[in-house]
């Protein structure tokens, strides 16, 4: 014999009650058609834990903090490039920057590969690289003589790369940095 219908309406778990609104470090999202958009990205945002939250609408971001992208490509030597420039703020302190740059010489079919650290500080109207910079590269071949720098222009903190006479070399550069004041 079946049975149909609720046998109990006394016991059981109580079914869950769905989030209206989703709150970020910096605004709140709130589904629409129960629907709630969750993207990922980067920020050049000082954030000390690295990540942050923002709502707006039907859409909450997870950024990765404190990240500077940048790319350039070269096809001469002389001409340094830059990968990209940094604003440093009007707040007095002093940043650490470590870099990762990729080169590729589609000349020549090379790699190579560059790693620094920058300290830089700031009066907040002006930059300083403080002692020299520490870089690790990794080349093959004839891109020994590529060139990646950092460098401060003003209050910016610019990192920079030159390349081979006659050779197109792609740069790509991503950054992280801290920052006390």
Same mark, same amino acid.
């Given at each position: ?9 006394? %016991? ?14 910096? %605004? ?53 490039? &830059? ?39 700031? &009066? ?6 403080? %002692? ?7 080349? !093959? ?7 990646? !720098?950092?460098?401060?222009? %003003? ?20 950054? !992280? ?5």
């Amino acid at each position: 014999m079946s049975q149909a219908g609720i046998i109990s309406t006394s %016991g059981g778990p109580v079914p869950p009650q769905v989030p209206t609104t989703f709150v970020g470090d910096t %605004g709140s999202a709130t589904p629409a058609a129960n629907t709630l958009t969750v993207p990922g990205g980067t920020s050049t945002d000082n954030n000390t834990n690295g990540i942050q939250t923002s709502g707006s609408g039907a859409t909450l971001t997870i950024e990765l903090t404190n990240r500077v992208p940048g790319s350039a490509t070269t096809n001469d030597d002389s001409t340094p490039q &830059t990968l990209y420039t940094f604003p440093l703020g009007a707040t007095p302190g002093t940043y650490t920057f470590f870099a990762r740059v990729a080169a590729y010489n589609s000349t020549d079919t090379l790699g190579a590969g560059y790693t620094s650290f920058a300290i830089v500080r700031t &009066t907040g109207a002006a930059g300083t690289v403080l %002692g020299s910079t520490v870089a690790i590269a990794d080349e !093959e071949g004839a891109m020994s003589g590529v060139l990646v !720098e950092n460098n401060v222009s %003003g209050n910016n903190y610019v990192l920079t790369a030159t390349g081979l006479a006659g050779k197109t070399i792609a740069f790509v550069a991503l950054t !992280e940095y801290v920052f006390a004041s």
